[in-house]
């Protein structure tokens, strides 16, 4: 119950409201992504007098607000060791008659960290595991089956159940991790300058320029690769989904544009709208090829603002070892000024769809081979010859054996009906 004033009924009158205490506390932990007041007074007395992490972590389960409760969710996937604090996760309430809602969240969280552990390794650094998960006593499956998968529907089942309708709280949990690794790339990428050749540069061991003013990477970019924005999820663009017209224009402008030749690379989701295979997409994934990139990657950023539509520089060969000929099998899609534009290979494509395996990525790439754009044979060509490279050349903690189960569930969804 609140009082009419705002604050927590039976507060002291200068107390801040529940909630914004709630989101002073997670920023003052490194949680920054959730939108509220920012009282300097407030956020100074959280820093003299916080919370303990165990009275924290109770407060934000039982918060009405579900981004609130689901923070918890972030904030152990960051610092995991709170959850080794005693009594925390205690499986049944008080009164014997189900999951406390703090149990539920710590399992989650570790549902989520199995699930999306090399990601989170890639963006975090690599952490420990979520220690005193009750998956025993709340009769779950063990954090490591199937990656988390098997136990995030039971979990969701349990609540859907609990709350009596069909109500799926997975996209929920899933909005939290997605949220907490865009927050954690734009922190990196503030301390780390972007430049069209870090890619090449990093795999080649050059040189390269940071924010700092050093010209050599630090060993943790080496250690995790090429920084960029995960691929479970990305910070909230209100810039529209584009059409086949919209990357038609965008197009015919970019060739308007620039002056010498180059090749640029249609990619992903952005072949599927082109080829009449999906209606639209949320950007236009773009690869350049050219002797100097600089001035057709300066129009891309002109058009991005003047077009209003997300563009980004990113092709399978940033996840993905390519397969040896992919360039030849790019089809040519036609001339845009003094560009030659491409599908990128459709077996490349394909292939890093299965790496990144969400229900999106699985439709197009099987409505790729049902189509007869792709050839299942060829595309397991690629998948043998890459699969011995993934753990060598691709992206920092892709793991083999998971790449070749998710190709394997890819054969399954072809002999679906």
């Known amino acids: 119950m609140r009082a009419t004033d705002g604050h927590t009924a039976g507060a002291a009158p200068d107390e801040p409201p529940e909630l914004d205490r709630l989101i002073a506390e997670l ?10 007041a920012r009282d300097p007074a407030l956020a100074d007395a959280v820093a003299v007098a916080p919370w303990s992490s165990r009275r924290l972590l109770r407060r934000l389960a039982v918060s009405a ?8 969710i972030a904030l152990l996937l960051l610092r995991p060791a709170l959850a080794a604090l005693d009594s925390i996760t205690a499986w049944q309430d ?16 570790a549902y989520q960290q199995h699930r999306w552990r090399r990601r989170l390794d890639l963006v975090l650094g690599p952490t420990a595991w979520l220690a005193n998960a009750p998956w025993r006593a709340g009769r779950l499956p063990a954090p490591w089956l199937y990656h988390g998968e098997l136990g995030l529907r039971q979990l969701a089942h349990r609540e859907g159940v609990r709350r009596g309708r069909r109500f799926n709280d997975q996209a929920a949990w899933q909005r939290s991790v997605d949220l907490l690794l865009a927050q954690e790339w734009l ?34 970019i080496r250690a995790r690769g090429l920084p960029r924005t995960p691929r479970g999820g990305s910070a909230m663009s209100m810039r529209p989904p584009v059409d086949r017209g919209a990357i038609e224009v965008s197009l015919r402008r970019l060739g308007q544009e620039v002056q010498g030749p180059g090749r640029v690379y249609l990619v992903g989701g952005t072949t599927m709208v082109f080829e009449g295979y999906r209606a639209r997409t949320l950007h236009i994934d773009l690869v350049v090829e050219a002797e100097d990139p600089g001035p057709i990657l300066a129009a891309i950023r002109r058009l991005k603002d003047d077009l209003q539509v997300n563009v980004e520089i990113a092709g399978p ?4 070892p390519l397969p040896a000929g992919w360039r030849e099998r790019s089809r040519w899609i036609g001339r845009f000024g003094p560009l030659d534009v491409f599908h990128f290979d459709l077996a490349s494509v394909a292939l890093s769809k299965v790496e990144r395996g969400t229900e999106q990525d699985y439709e197009d790439a099987l409505a790729l081979i049902r189509q007869g754009a792709l050839d299942l044979d060829a595309l397991d060509a690629a998948f043998v010859e890459v699969l011995p490279r993934v753990e060598t ?9 998971r790449f070749a189960a998710q190709y394997q569930v890819l054969h399954g969804l072809l002999g679906a009906p």
């Open 317 to 320: 060969g940033d996840f993905i």
């Open 65 to 72: 607000e579900p981004r609130i409760r689901d923070a918890v």
């Open 94 to 109: 008080e009164a014997g008659s189900g999951a406390t809602p703090l149990a539920m969240l710590v399992m989650v969280a």
């Open 27 to 36: 920023r003052a932990r490194d949680i920054g992504y959730l939108s509220g």
């Open 393 to 401: 050349e691709g992206l920092a903690g892709m793991d083999a054996e």
């Open 187 to 220: 922190r990196r990428r503030r301390d780390f300058a972007w430049t069209p050749w870090t890619a090449t540069a990093l795999r080649e061991g050059a040189p390269t320029r940071v924010a700092s003013g050093a010209t050599t990477p630090s060993p943790l």
